[in-house]
């Protein structure tokens, strides 16, 4: 398996993880008796600061799926990988961070290394888009 491919499974690994602990965290609500399976709304709003902030974490991971995925797609599927291979690693490195911030803190700090993790993987993307289209 190539880094670009190796790095998309692993990006919706990620992706699946963060809405299996949303699921956990809101089954046992549920079988608690804290909540009714009917209350939950799409951003959590009406539950914790931490079910909001992993809502929204899991939603970045949605937004920014086709951008990533179709981008490491066409190089996997043109045999164009050595163009994002590269910088696979640290495109998903910057998801991991920019998430985990997200779930620990919504301090201005925070925020700004959130914006920064994604900035990175703006630029990664931007870069990778030039660069198949380019060549």
């Known amino acids: 398996m190539s880094t670009s491919a190796l790095m998309l499974t692993l990006f919706t690994a990620w ?3 963060l809405l299996i602990l949303m699921e956990v965290i809101r089954s046992s ?5 804290r909540a009714k ?20 974490a899991h939603a970045n991971c949605i937004e920014s799926f086709p951008i990533v995925g179709g981008l490491l797609l ?22 991991f961070a920019q998430s985990i911030i997200h779930l620990c803190s919504l301090s201005v ?9 994604f900035a990175v993987q703006i630029a990664i993307a931007v870069y990778w888009t030039w660069a198949l289209i380019a060549r």
């Open 74 to 95: 066409v190089a996997i599927t043109t045999g164009r990988i050595g163009v994002t291979d590269g910088l696979a690693p640290w495109l998903l490195m910057a998801r």
């Open 29 to 33: 609500l549920v079988v608690s008796g």
């Open 109 to 117: 700090i925070a925020v700004n290394a959130r914006f920064f993790f």
């Open 15 to 17: 992706t699946l993880l």
């Open 37 to 56: 399976s009917s209350e939950f709304r799409p951003d959590n709003a009406n539950h914790s600061p931490f079910l909001q902030r992993l809502a929204r």
